[in-house]
């Protein structure tokens, strides 16, 4: 005997709710980057919360909220860059350490999916493996970190950053 209308119509409705929420999973995987600082105070960059790692949040507020006023340090409590010689000397730490979270610290990712920001911290590794020659630029035009090209008989890199004022902190952009 054929079920009744009503015991197939709720199987369809309960089918097409669980294909609309495995649907929705994958969206859901995408998450943002949490920016963090480690118990030893390095910054770390995950996504994953940063209480699951035992860590405290740095992350800048989002880029739609109100700017902080001018001079103001944000009330993340992050340690921030608030004029360019602080993000300079920042910066050139970072290479020295060869330390891509660190750089990634002082990056602002607003509009960066986790892919994207993912592909730009690989590139950051590449990147202050290099030996640092120099970092030119300003405010208005962005820092060019001037790298030794390994194994290039002495030639030289220019990774360009952009540089924001956020909050009353500095950053940079990811290079193009």
């Known amino acids: 005997m054929p079920p009744p209308a009503a015991t197939v119509i709720r199987a369809a409705l309960l089918l097409l709710t669980l294909a609309l929420l495995f649907a929705a999973a994958p969206a859901a995987a995408q998450t943002e980057v949490h920016r963090c600082v480690g118990k030893d105070g390095s ?3 995950t996504d994953q ?38 993000l300079r000397v920042a ?15 002082l990056t602002l990712w607003n509009g960066y999916g986790s892919d994207g920001a993912v592909d ?7 990147t202050v493996k290099q030996t640092l020659l120099s970092l030119e630029g ?4 962005g820092i060019d970190a001037v ?6 008989g002495g030639a030289s890199r220019h990774v360009h950053f952009g ?9 940079l952009r990811p290079p193009a």
């Open 138 to 141: 300003d405010e208005a035009g």
């Open 91 to 105: 910066v050139a730490e970072a290479f020295n350490r060869r330390d891509a979270n660190r750089i990634g610290g």
């Open 163 to 171: 540089v924001v004022r956020e909050s009353g902190c500095l950053w």
């Open 120 to 126: 730009n911290i690989r590139n950051l590794d590449a």
């Open 43 to 45: 910054p770390v960059f």
């Open 147 to 152: 790298t030794r090209i390994p194994g290039g």
């Open 49 to 86: 919360p940063c209480s699951n790692l035992g860590a405290r949040s740095i992350a800048p507020p989002a880029a739609s909220s109100s700017a902080a006023p001018q001079g103001t340090a944000p009330s993340t409590g992050l340690l921030c860059a608030q004029d360019m010689a602080t």
